[in-house]
């Protein structure tokens, strides 16, 4: 037979199982419902903004507005991120990187050399 100790550290070990288990799921059922919350703040992104983006920036990059450019290439990277389609993450890195490494000057000016020789 189980003496009255034995009885009482079971009962006493239980009921702190018991606690453990209560506080754990009141826990887990806080972290989820943020979770839930979080998510459905933020705005979901379509193909369709983030191709409208990619041509909005296609545009600023041939008006030669590069600060435009940069911007709405940032903004491209992050929606196509937000859409998981690494093709087009890829692409507009690559724009973005030729954009903030472009040498092309803005405006060209191209100077001729006079000669001293004159003819007779």
């Not at 041939?62 to 990277?77: C, V, Y």
């Not at 991120?81 to 060209?108: F, R, W």
Request: charged content about 20%; proline content about 1%; aromatic content about 4%.
């Amino acid at each position: 037979m189980i003496n009255i100790k034995k009885k009482i550290i079971f009962i006493t070990i239980a009921i702190i199982a018991v606690a453990a288990i209560s506080v754990g799921t009141v826990f887990t059922f806080k972290l989820l419902k943020k979770n839930n919350t979080s998510t459905s703040k933020t705005t979901r992104v379509t193909k369709a903004q983030a191709d409208a983006t990619k041509e909005k920036a296609t545009k600023a990059v041939s008006a030669n507005d590069i600060e435009l450019a940069k911007t709405l290439l940032k903004t491209e990277i992050e929606q196509y991120k937000q859409l998981g389609d690494m093709n087009a993450v890829i692409d507009a890195q690559s724009q973005l990187y030729l954009v903030e490494h472009s040498t092309i000057p803005t405006k060209v000016t191209v100077k001729t050399a006079q000669t001293g020789s004159s003819s007779k």
